[in-house]
């Protein structure tokens, strides 16, 4: 097979051109020049945001396919988008490639790349391509735009706020766990095949945070990147409170409840620690409760659940069967 | 020495933000949220340009301290904004950080960020930290503003037009070269010395991209960052027309003059292929050659020198001694 080592920058520079469609009349300048010039939003706010996936630290390419890997690199950096109720406008990728990297994975990671990127509303303008000495290194900068008084931060919830979850909770992390176990995926019930599908092709919310966004029914809003019980402290450290989650409230994945009896591990554990799942926590105060409610039959189908609250008192805790014990610490990245 | 795997990212990210000032009101949402909110620009289009520096890539912690590689890092990407014309507005960075990687230089990487950054008028916005099971890896993405019809590109230069660089060429090669050989730099005379800060800190050339870009005078632009051969080749082929250098014109920096001679390689082969210069190569029509140089004259004593010119017939060449060569291929990243 034929690696990235055998073609000359402007060579991988021209196969990633003829991946990307025309651009629209808001780009002026595209692919090609020192760097992309585009209209700026009208009457709205820019949103900015990066985030990168690195070999061996968020993917193995013995495990994940180049094209999901180049489609959650998107993923993960519009659910921050999502989380402050933005709409994606562009992307700009910038790739440390490995030398020995197959050139078809180098088609099919940018053709990731760019579907992900299309299928919700954003274009590839930019960006840059470098060689890496070791891990594949995908990153990608989203800009996305969201009208002033919509913007959902971190830092707007108060104590006494309901936690509202989109989705389910678990299943990437069990997803991954299958991928590390070597599992043959063909092989694997429904479930834990979703878990896996959960994991490499996350769903950033766009459309539930624009929605929610657009109803101020909200106070605050995180994505859960690292989990959870991350997202839940990293809400109420912003604002100032405490929290309290409820364990047999939680939606958790049917896949990760399976894989962690069967790994002997605590099913809400399990879900409340593990990270990957991308969805989104709201901070509801009770008296916007039913509009949030209202504003969120909107979202398509997706579920929304009452997982918690914030509160006065300091501190992260989980009740269960009537009993607090403290909420498990998050993926930490460092 | 303690390392940052010793840190929890919360209390890298804590570090960052001490390092960074008070975001100025056009950033609405700043550093610690999903993603960063700023009022766009008014009345100009936005440039946007992402560009990574990758050890033992692009430089090597044994040689250069890690301020110098912030500082590079940006600069680099500031450099892309120049050659549009624009003026730089905000900057995200995403850093991958080997767990041995001291706390120390990861101070010193984030100060030489954001002072590079705030010395050009670009405030550091938002960005990512990861772990890198390799190489330490700093992505930047540079967010600037220019007016509409101000924009400079690659692609609006024509057969006949002359070709100007800014500053000098072949400097950042022979200071690679300095550091590759192991010389010790306190030793160096002015010259070669000069060489080395050269590759480690270029500037980027702003206020010219600015000034020629408000003149109009230039029909197109490019920076040196893989050097000048290459740099010309592609600006040639942007425009669909071939090229011709005049060897005796070529600004060679001293020390490179002085590091080819004592290498015993061609001065002239190594400045044109030498890369990080980071100055500007402009395409100027004759007739607009003296508003060119008028303008130029408001570049705070940066020179300007004529190297060559665009031309019908294809191909790329450099004359001397009054005959024509074939121009060397610039530095090819794969």
């Known amino acids: 097979l034929p690696a990235v080592s055998s073609l000359r920058e402007s060579d991988l520079v021209a196969r990633l051109r003829r991946r990307v469609g025309t651009p629209p009349a ?7 020049d020192d760097a992309a010039v585009v209209e700026p939003p009208r009457g709205a706010l820019e949103v900015l945001t990066t985030d990168s996936l690195i070999e ?6 013995a495990w994940t396919a180049a094209r ?3 489609g959650k690199a998107v993923a993960v950096n519009l659910s921050d988008l999502a989380a402050m109720g933005a709409t994606p406008r562009a992307i700009l990728l910038s790739l440390a490639l490995p030398a020995d990297l197959p050139v078809d994975d180098f088609d099919a990671l940018v ?3 760019v579907s992900a990127a299309e299928s919700h509303g954003a274009v590839l303008a930019g960006g840059n391509l470098a060689r890496s000495p070791g891990p594949l290194v995908v990153d990608v900068t989203a800009i996305g735009e969201v009208r002033r008084r919509r913007v959902l931060s971190r830092s707007g919830a108060r104590a006494g706020e309901y936690l509202y979850l989109t989705g389910s909770v678990g299943g990437a992390a069990a997803g991954l766990a299958l991928l590390a176990s070597g599992a043959d995926r063909e092989a694997l019930e429904p479930t834990l095949k979703e878990c ?3 994991y490499e092709q996350p769903v950033p919310r766009l459309r539930c945070g624009r929605v929610v966004a657009g109803s101020r029914a909200a106070s605050g809003c995180i994505d859960l990147s690292d989990g959870l019980a991350s997202a839940a402290r990293q809400l109420a450290e912003a604002s100032g409170t405490g929290l309290l989650l409820e364990a047999e409230a939680l939606p958790i994945h049917p896949g990760a409840s399976t894989w ?6 605590d099913a809400v554990q399990f879900a409340v620690a593990g990270g990957e799942d991308y969805e989104l926590l709201f901070a509801v105060p009770a008296r916007r ?5 209202a504003a969120f039959r909107r979202c398509r189908d997706l579920p929304v659940t009452r997982v918690g609250r914030l509160r006065a008192e300091p501190g992260a805790w989980i009740s269960r069967a009537g009993s607090l014990e403290p909420l498990p610490t998050g993926f930490e990245h460092f």
């Not at 061996?56 to 390419?61: A, C, K, L």
């Not at 962690?260 to 591990?265: G, M, V």
């Open 26 to 32: 808001w780009i002026t300048i595209g692919i090609g």
């Open 56 to 61: 061996d630290v968020h993917f193995r390419r």
């Open 68 to 70: 999901a890997i180049g």
């Open 111 to 113: 053709d990731g790349v």
């Open 196 to 198: 896996i599908d959960r």
């Open 260 to 265: 962690a009896s069967r790994a002997d591990l």
């Open 289 to 293: 409760e039913r509009a949030f409610l």
